[in-house]
């Protein structure tokens, strides 16, 4: 049985921070591909961000590079996203997916991935 469970989301102003937290039980962060993965009403799933097994350098989409920051806690089993200087843009429910099939290499096709959390919501308004 493998859990995700996304945390952190809220309400914050344009041009604030939120600190989003990934925890999984189950398996263990360090060997997979963790990705953040996004979804705005009436829009598609896109990808956000995606930090690797073996890499401690994320990857981005362009519109949040320079702004947000993945990182990888091990000895808390957690991934997190740092969202830095938010845009009303960034409003969408934000969700964490862990990739365990090979090859276990960092994308961000939401296909690639095999266990996802249900999500949480960031809202960016005044």
């Known amino acids: 049985q493998v859990d995700v469970m996304e945390s952190g989301g809220g309400l914050v102003q344009p041009g604030g921070s939120l600190r989003l937290s990934c925890a999984v039980s189950g398996l263990s962060l360090e060997r997979y591909p963790v990705a953040w993965f996004r979804q705005a009403p009436g829009k598609d799933r896109q990808g956000v961000s995606c930090v690797s097994s073996h890499e401690a350098l994320g990857t981005y989409r362009d519109s949040v590079r320079g702004r947000f920051t993945i990182s990888r806690d091990n000895a808390k089993n957690t991934v997190e996203l740092q969202l830095n200087n938010v845009e009303t843009g960034d409003t969408a429910v934000y969700y964490c997916?862990?990739?365990?099939?090979?090859?276990?290499?960092?994308?961000?096709?939401?296909?690639?991935?095999?266990?996802w959390g249900p999500g949480t919501q960031v809202t960016v308004s005044s």
């Open positions: 997916a862990v990739l365990s099939a090979t090859p276990r290499q960092c994308m961000l096709s939401e296909y690639a991935y095999d266990y």
